[in-house]
């Protein structure tokens, strides 16, 4: 049974950007909006790693490796949560993922983010 789906990744120059998409299609309004939301993304050959969360009354944390470029927003009326991902760099190419932060999910298929040098 999917319960997430990510979406919005491709192939983007370095400095570009990128905007991923995920939502929870099966999950009614008043179970998606209190959640603490999050994207995570994983590297070949590398952990998955948290990099962005968002808490129902949407304060935001990030990890330092792309603060400042990356924002993560909510809309619960839609039941989906967005990365938007500016000045992207090599290093950010991974497979990107979004779960609940707390109580993790079945994780989805992901986006893949590749950044050309």
């Known amino acids: 049974q999917v319960q997430l789906v990510e979406s919005g990744g491709g192939l983007v120059q370095s400095g570009g950007s990128l905007r991923l998409t995920c939502k929870a299609p099966?999950?009614?309004?008043?179970?998606?909006?209190?959640?603490?939301m999050a994207w995570y993304r994983q590297a070949p050959g590398k952990e998955r790693e948290l990099i962005a969360s968002i808490t129902a009354d949407r304060t935001t944390h990030y990890a330092e490796s792309v603060k400042g470029r990356f924002t993560i927003s909510r809309d619960n009326s839609n039941k989906k949560v967005y990365l938007q991902m500016n000045s992207l760099k090599p290093e950010d190419t991974a497979t990107y993922y979004c779960?609940?932060?707390?109580?993790?999910?079945?994780w989805g298929q992901g986006t893949h983010v590749t950044v050309s040098s």
């Open positions: 099966r999950m009614i309004f008043s179970v998606f909006s209190p959640k603490t």
């Open positions: 779960n609940d932060m707390n109580n993790p999910l079945t």
